[in-house]
Each structure stands twice: as structure tokens, then as C-alpha cells.
């Protein structure tokens, strides 16, 4: 029986839910043939005759499919695949063939998160959905077990933990459990009948590590003056300390798996201001009595976050992923490396990310998506050298008619060296330079990459040069080049996108008089940052999902959550009251001068609906020109597909309106 909390019908999709996926076979002959252009196969369908030609709805669609898994004995798929009206857990052969629907939501009150094979004939699935506590959204999480088919489905560990779906052990040596992490516990959980045992507890640890015999050994202790990692023997054993950190230690390392051999630990650590790779025996310690660090893997330009198994185990065959056109580096095994390398091949200049794997490692999933090239699934086959492509992602985008990013750099005022992306339109550049949008990320510890952008080449389809900044505080530059943003919002982080359009007007890429600011979470903070600071820069700002008031916002997530990672990042609404006051768009509106639009959805849990309410109220009492869409259950992903493309629609026409063809003007003028 479903559970209450979840009213989703089970039921097999129809043809349309699932009219994107289709099994195409892309080598033949000796095993590996290459498709014309390096792109994918032609599916006969007639080709927009221009990129203006495409629609906003086919940048906005949401991904055809998300969360391809392969069954253990590499027989079957199952995977999400979304449709106009919601999303549907399917499963099918590893050829495509005997296509069937599991579970299926609207995608409003409940989400699919992701889909797992248990064994090989259950499946474990994430459920999501937003609430309301104490006034504050929160992300919740649940997660289910069912029969292939849909049948016999059960909830795992009930709790009354937020994360109900965050399994640490798929204890692949027995199959019919799993051990997932529930507050400050550790349980078993059958995946036939959701009954639990708990073999763990202790509430005041952040997280915990299973060995590969599938015991509890590591246990993790945050406290606001530091870490502590704790470790036992053995299942039954003490605890003993292995390490102890204080806050902001360059020594602090970060736990990831256990080895093949009960001792050894694989965990990362700073080295030479990235995150390298390290191991240590448990009981091999230095003079200090701490585990002596071996260096595995590290990179001057990459960080190195996590380690990857051989199928059931926990012996170590690669590390993190790969770059654009070399995947052979995320292996070890050279049989590995061969077959990434062939991947490269046939697939060349994309990031191809190869895995999960079956239990036998002969098939195996490919996720390919590159500059330009809009991702897409595949499922390989060792033995006969087969790579099948399950789905287009976005099948109405033809990579030919993307136009894809170029790398740029440039010096920030007091001297840092700042990189990012330019994409541009075809065809000819105006002689004043292209009309502009300057497209801040999210996060702020995040960065934009190389691969494959939907924003961008939107934009870029619509005549707009797109320019996306990794400034101070992104995660793409050494852990140094983080804390440099640390408590800078709207100070230094903000100039160092200031001083990237700038760069982009000197080098003539943008007209100067027809730039606008676009960005969603913390990019749409900058957006409306960027409108108070430099008024005369812009014609236009767009903030989805944008923080307004840092003030409000310490404050207000204070009441219900442990804000140390978010003060030391922003600041505290008590202690650093006027910073935050002085870079708070919405205590600033007065300042701003062009037209603003916003766009939040109300069941927002990452930035609270509130923050876009506070800056409408603001503009308003200002008599500033806006305009604000309320996406009503609209969260902070764009997950419902008529949102994403509401939003798309709006952007697009509202940079036409302020910086498309005939709003050529002189900043006199503007002024």
C-alpha cells in the first residue's frame, strides 16, 4: 500500500510520458563507429532552419530522463522520466525493450529525486516535497522500496528526520538490506517490508562510515569550535579519537570510504590549496598519534572529492571525474582506461562520465553532454563493444545550432586573477558589440563550467552574448580563492563582476549601452546587487529566486537551523548588522534605475519566498519600474516543467523589451 503522505498513482505511463526515450545503436562493425560530427545519431526529424528558430520551450524543457540506474545483473534499467505533467519511475530491458511504468507524481505536492536498484528485482526511490516549520520552508525527503513493476511498495525507516532517504550501505552482500542514516542513527532497513533495526545512535554525530563488511566504524562530531573523527575496531569496540580539528585548520580532513581492508580509510585533505586524495591505516600512527596520510591523488588545477568501487566492493578503481575529453583519468585499472579512452573516441570533446556499472562490470551507463553539446544516456556493452543511446536529453536541440563557450580571463581591480565563460551569437558581431546579459551562478561556493549551459544558449539564440563570472568565493580556484569571498557579498565579489563586464566592453564584446543582469539564488542577489551599486551599468536586472535582505534572512533561518556555515559565509545578523544592512539590495532599492523583474516560487526552501516579497514591497514604496511572478508550489530547482517554462518566457521577453532590437540608446539618453 502506498503510504498517505505520498498520493502519487501507480500506474504505467503513457506513450507520450515517455515518448523521448528511445534505444539507439551508435557502433557496429569492430565495436566502435563514430557519429557524423561527433554528434548524436540522426533521428530523420526535420532541423530548425536557424537557432532563432528553436523555442524557448526547447531550452526550458526539463531533461528527458534523470537518475539511470542498471540493475545489478546488468538486465535492466530504471531511471525518472519527466513529462509536461509530472514524472514517472519506469524500468525496462537494458536494450530499451518491455518499456514499463512504475510510479508516477504531477510533480507538485511530491517529487522524484532519484531511483536505485536495491537487488534485481526491488527498487528504492526518493520522494521530496516541501514544508513549513516555525514559518521557515523545508526540504523533505522520504524514500520508498516497490517491486519493479510498482508492486508491494513499502516506506523505509520512518522518522522524524527531514532526510529520510540517506542511504550510507547498499550492503550488496546480502541484498535485501540497506543501512541508511536517520538523525543520529544508523539503521538496517529491509527493502521488502520497511522494518528496521537500529545498529547505531548518537545524536550528536553529523555523519557516519560503513566498512565493507558493513559495520559502523566512523563516526563524525561537528561542534561549533571544531571536528572530532572518532573510529572502533570493530562493531563492538570503544570509540577512539583519530583526529581532532578546530575551526578553519588547513589540516581538517574529510572522511570519504573505507578500503577493501577493514583499516584502511580514504579521506581528503588540503594540499597545495586544493583537496587532494589521501589513504591512511588506522593502525599505522605517527609520533603524534594520528594515521600517517599517503598521497594518492592531487592536481594544481582540480579537486579530488571522492573515490570510486569496483562493483559490490570496496576496492578502490578510480577517483573523481573526469575532464572534457578525458575520461581515462577517473580510472586506475588499465582495462578501464582503455575503455574510457574508446568512449573519448567515439564521443570526442564532451565530458563523458562513465558508470554505474553491472555487478560483472560488462555493461555499463555513459552520461555525455559537452561545450555545446546537450547531454545524453547511454548504456555499453564490453563484451560485444555495443554503446547504445538511450536518450536526448533535450532531443529538440540540434548541437549544430548551439554555439557553446569560450574560456576568458581577466584581472580584478586589486589584482586576482578571475576566469569565466563568453558565449556569443552567431553570425556577425555588431560593430558596437553584442547586447549582453552578465549571468552570475548560484551558490556562491559554486562555479560555472565549460560543459553544456540551456541559460546560455538560450541567450545566445536569441542575440544576446552571454558572460558567466567565476568571481571570489567560487569553488573552482583553490580553497584560498573560497575563503577570499568569505563575508564579501555585494563588496569585492560583486566588483569582480563589475570589472568582468567591463573587460568584456573593452575588449568590444558587449555594446555598453545595452548590458543586463541575470541570476538566480545567489546570482540573483547579484543581479539586484549589481542594480544598486552600478545604476548606470545596466539596462535591465532579472533575480530568480534572489536573496533581498541579508538581514531578514540570518535572522529568520537562525530560528530553526545551525547557521554557522551560512555566518561565516554572509555574515550574522547581529554581529555584522551593518554589512549586512549596506549589502542588502532590499534596504538599497532607492538606488536602483533600471527595470527589475523577479520571479520566486512560494515553496522555495533554499532562499524563503519572503526575500522576492521584501524587494517587490521595496521597489514598490520606491516607485522603481518591476514586475514580479509568483510561481505558486514553485521551488528553488525550476522542477516543475510549466514554471521552467514561464520563467524562460519571461526572461527571454523581458531582456527583448529593455535590450533587444530597437532599444539602442546612449547612457544620456537612458539617464
Known sequence: MIPEFLRVAVAAPTSRSVSTLCVLAVAAGAGWAQTPGGGAP????????????????????????????????????????????????????????????????????????????ANN????????????????????????????????????????????????????????????????????????????????????????????????RLAVRGREDGVQISVRDNAGADWRVLWRFKAEDPKTVYPIAFGDDPNLLYFTAEENDRLALFSAKLDDLDEAGEPKRHLLAASDADDFAGVRFAPGTHRLIGYTGPGEGDAARAFIPEDLKELARAIDEVLPGRFNRIGPFSADSERYVVSSSGNGVPPELYVGERRSGLLRLVVRQYPELDPSQMTGKRSI????????AIRGYLTLPKGQKPAAGWPMVLMPHGGPIWSDDKDFDPWAELLASRGYAVLQVNFRGSDSQGISFIKAGLKKWGLEMQDDLTDGVQWAVAERHADPSRICVA?????????????????????????????????????????????????????????????????????????????????????????????????????????????????????????????????????????????????????????
Open 42 to 117: 540522426s533521428s530523420g526529424d526535420e532541423v530548425p532552419a536557424s537557432p532563432r528558430a528553436v523555442p524557448v520551450a526547447a531550452f526550458a524543457t526539463l531533461p528527458a530522463i534523470q537518475s539511470l540506474a542498471l540493475s545489478p545483473d546488468g538486465q535492466h534499467l530504471a531511471g525518472i522520466a519527466h513529462k509536461a505533467n509530472g514524472s514517472v519511475v519506469f524500468t525496462s530491458r537494458f536494450d530499451g525493450s518491455e518499456l514499463k511504468g512504475a510510479l508516477e507524481t504531477d510533480d507538485r505536492k511530491f517529487q522524484l529525486n532519484w531511483v536505485r536498484w
Open 409 to 416: 580571463g581577466y584581472k580584478s581591480r586589486d589584482g586576482l
Open 121 to 216: 528485482q526491488r527498487l528504492v526511490v526518493s520522494t521530496g516535497f516541501t514544508s513549513k516549520i516555525r514559518g521557515v520552508s523545508i526540504r523533505q525527503s522520504r524514500a520508498l522500496a516497490m517491486d519493479a513493476d510498482g508492486g508491494h511498495l513499502v516506506q523505509l525507516a520512518p522518522s522524524e528526520s527531514f532526510s529520510q532517504d540517506r542511504v550510507v550501505d547498499w550492503n550488496p552482500d546480502d541484498g535485501q538490506h540497506v543501512l541508511m542514516r536517520q538523525f543520529g542513527m544508523i539503521l538496517e532497513v529491509d527493502v521488502n517490508t520497511g522494518k528496521d533495526k537500529m545498529l547505531q545512535s548518537g545524536r550528536d554525530y553529523t555523519s557516519w562510515l560503513v566498512d565493507a563488511q558493513h559495520r559502523v
Open 519 to 671: 541570476g538566480a539564488s545567489f546570482g540573483g542577489y547579484a543581479a539586484l546587487m549589481g542594480a544598486v551599486k552600478t545604476p548606470d551599468l545596466y539596462r535591465c536586472a532579472v533575480s530568480f529566486a534572489g536573496v533581498s535582505d541579508l538581514v531578514t534572512l540570518s535572522r529568520h533561518t537562525a530560528d530553526l537551523f545551525n547557521t554557522a556555515g551560512l555566518d561565516k559565509m554572509m555574515g550574522n545578523y547581529w554581529y555584522d548588522r551593518q554589512q549586512l544592512k549596506a549589502t542588502s539590495p532590499a534596504q538599497r532599492a532607492a538606488e536602483i534605475k533600471v527595470p527589475v523583474l523577479l520571479v520566486h516560487g512560494t515553496a522555495d526552501a533554499s532562499v524563503p519566498y519572503e526575500q522576492s516579497e521584501l524587494m517587490a514591497k521595496a521597489l514598490k514604496s520606491a516607485g522603481k519600474q518591476f514586475e514580479f511572478i509568483t510561481q505558486e508550489a514553485g521551488d528553488h530547482q525550476l522542477s516543475l516543467q510549466e514554471h521552467r517554462q514561464e520563467f524562460f518566457a519571461a526572461l527571454v521577453r523581458f531582456l527583448d523589451t529593455h535590450l533587444g532590437a530597437g532599444k539602442l540608446v546612449t547612457k544620456a539618453a537612458a539617464n
